[in-house]
């Protein structure tokens, strides 16, 4: 989260570079740059894993609300959040950063839950 609050970019999007054969989701990134995202992106063009964590910042937040309306008026009710940001990659650039080597998990089973429980723990007894 410091990553995120302490950046200047109006997007950013997380990624782990170290996580490229086990990745969900994928990113493809030039020079901190989102060039590319997909679950099936060709293994020369995989950067990292996207972790679901971004921050988009009050002077991008009206048009990030606009294009929403445009997708859901196109009704595209299939798509992710994420995939307004997605939309804007060929108009402007959308910010990403590396964060190989810091923790983060998502819970999509209970073992992830346990697992970001015991890291907790393991910072409480390191204070």
């Known amino acids: 989260m410091k990553t995120l609050c302490n950046s200047k970019e109006d997007i950013l999007m997380l990624y782990d570079s170290s996580r490229k054969e086990e990745g969900d989701y994928l990113f493809y990134v030039e020079d901190n740059i989102l060039k590319d995202h997909g679950k099936e992106l060709l293994p020369e063009k995989i950067s990292g894993e996207y972790v679901g964590v971004s921050i988009i910042r009050k002077e991008f937040q009206e048009k ?50 346990y697992r970001i429980v015991n890291h907790l723990r393991k910072l409480e007894v390191e204070k």
Not at 66 to 78: F, G
């Open 64 to 113: 990030f609300r606009e294009r929403l309306e445009l997708l859901i008026s196109q009704e595209k009710y299939d798509l992710w959040w994420e995939n307004v940001l997605y939309s804007f990659i060929e108009e402007r650039n959308v910010y990403v950063k590396d964060i190989k080597g810091l923790f983060w998990g998502e819970v999509d089973y209970i073992e992830d839950y």
